[in-house]
Structures are given as structure tokens and as C-alpha cells.
């Protein structure tokens, strides 16, 4: 049996490398850079004024947003893999370098979780979502924004993109998870018929 074991977990491993090497670093635009912005000041108003809240960024790419919550005193880490963990720490930024399927982190250990465009790029996204619930703290606040599936830009068929769901699925496992649903929209990009949709929660642990 426990050879078995150590088979099923060299196999995760080794499927876990596969996913590690499309891991890229995400381009920012000046419309995802002013969104991200009025998004933390939102989330920060929606927590309270004083400072010293810790923030957990799950995939945190080079760190851009991470910069805003210290910028308003919050206590912001990072987890990222590839180049973008150099690029956070060359700006100060304080990351760990580590996939995000396991957060290396104690329960209840967080005001503020993070995941902006990075769950749909995990195999595992419900446990994603469990670890999220599992490390934000009883009042604290989870937001999490995806690509809607069927648009102009395919984001199902970007080879670095495993969980590309409907918001009704997305829905499904944040209630699994133990995080209800506060408020939600959908936003749109671009225009004409290269209009982009992506779903953003805001949740609170239940």
C-alpha cells in the first residue's frame, strides 16, 4: 500500500512539473493596472482603516498589486513561481516561491485573500479554493476574478489554462468551499468583437 502511495504521488509530482513549465509572466495594461488599483482601495474600505492587515496574493505575478496594499499599510506576501519571484523581490516585495495548489501558510492567517487571474491556471482549483478558505481569517474578505469561457479571446484554449468554468460551476465550489458569496459582477473589456468578459466575487468565509 504504501508503495502504491509513493507511485500516486510521484505521478502528481510529475504531472505538477508538466504544469509548472507553461507558467509565464502575465502582461499588464494600463486598464488592468488602474482596475487591480480601485479594486485593493475597495477591498481595503470594505476591511477598515487601520493599517496592518495581512494580505495573501495567490499568484501574485511581478508583484504590481501587492506594492497598492503596502502603498495603504496593509502587510501583503505573495506566492508566484519563474521569473516574476525576482522581479517581486527586486521591488521589496516580500513572496514565496511555490505553486498554489498548497499554501504554506497557518489557518486563519489573513484579513485579505487575493486571486486575481490565477486560479484558472491550476489543475486543482477546489483545493485552491479550500486552502483560501482555510488561511483567510472569521470577518475577513476573499476576492477571486476569472475569464468567462466562450469569448472572443478563447481563454480555454491558452495551453496555460486548466480550469476555465462558467460562473454557475465557480459558484458551485466557492460554496464548497466555505465561502459565501457577497457581492459579484462581471467585467467587461475591450470593445467591439473583441470584447472580453471576466467574473469577479467578493466572498467572505462562512
Known sequence: ?????????????????LVAQSVYPEKTTSATVEHMANMARKLVGMLGS???????DVGCGDG???GYFADMGMEPIGVTLGSDVEVCRSKGLTVVESDITFL?????????VWCRHAIEHTIAPFVVLMECARVLRSGGL???EVPAPDTAFSHENNQNHFSV?????????????????????????GASMREDTYFAWICYRV
Open 1 to 17: 500500500m504504501m508503495a502504491d502511495l509513493e507511485s500516486r504521488f510521484a505521478r502528481f509530482e510529475r504531472i505538477m512539473g
Open 50 to 56: 487601520e493599517g496592518g492587515r495581512r494580505v495573501l
Open 64 to 66: 504590481t498589486v501587492l
Open 104 to 112: 504554506d501558510f497557518e489557518e486563519d492567517s489573513f484579513d485579505l
Open 142 to 144: 476573499f476576492y477571486m
Open 165 to 189: 468554468f462558467g460562473k454557475a460551476m465557480w459558484e458551485q465550489l466557492l460554496a464548497r468551499a466555505g465561502l459565501a458569496v457577497r457581492f459579484q459582477s462581471n467585467i467587461q473589456v
